[in-house]
């Protein structure tokens, strides 16, 4: 994976060690809080004391054993230092598929979803979940997207992508148990089929990776509902 030079990054040499004091990121995280009141949802968490997510990404590299060799934080530079580190920290000993037990992780080059909870009323944060897939490039198709489209249905929808090695997401599926109207399947392929991706790869070479994201349908009854899906 070639990294931009104006990309900072940590490169880890196997063993793989981080240490960090804990304590101190949990008081240095009370600063965190200034960033992310600039954020759509923390505005109003912050208001109502309330925990809110935030998903960030990161690019992670691993040798021809499995380990985990390299972690890379594209918005490093826009994030507060404490919560870098917090970050860091909780990737390196993360709860994704460890390199020991996957051999898929063999020379592997693929972005990570890091789905973190913040605390406003505690100044804390805390990891929910860690997952390998490929990372979208554009920084507002990194989050779970919410679309509004005409017609009466409403819901939350968990949806799935086979990303090319050109990075491109052709045919997106929705879980069945969703209960979605048919015509869901053509706003989903308009979205996502839209949106580029950065492939994974092995041993330098691109593959085909699973990319997966929640998605909130918000329904417009403005209009009826023959006309469903023609408006994104």
Known sequence: MTVPKTTNYVKLAPPFLYIVDMKNIYLCLALVLSFFSVSINAQEALTKKKPYT????????????SQLTQI???????????FVTFLMTSVASGSFTKPENAVTNKQLESGL?????????????KVLSQD???????V????????????????????????????????????????????I????L??????????QKQAGKAIEGLFTTWVTI??????????????I
Do not use: Y
Request: positive net charge.
């Open 54 to 65: 935030l998903v960030i990404w990161a690019d992670l590299s691993f040798n021809e054993t």
């Open 132 to 138: 390998l897939m490929p990372r979208p490039i554009r």
């Open 190 to 199: 308009a979205t996502l089929g839209s949106w580029r991706f950065l492939p």
């Open 140 to 183: 507002e198709h990194q989050s779970e997207p919410l679309i509004r489209v005409k017609g009466d249905w409403s819901g939350r929808i968990l949806v799935t992508c086979v990303i090319s090695e050109k990075g491109r997401c052709a045919k997106p599926k929705i879980d069945p148990t969703a209960n979605a109207p048919a015509e």
């Open 113 to 125: 979803k890091v789905l973190v909870e913040i605390d406003p009323a505690t100044a804390k944060a």
């Open 218 to 231: 918000e329904a417009n009854t403005s209009a009826p509902p023959k006309a469903f899906g023609k408006q």
């Open 72 to 82: 890379l934080i594209p918005e490093k530079d826009s994030l507060p230092k404490p």
């Open 185 to 188: 399947s053509k706003v989903m």
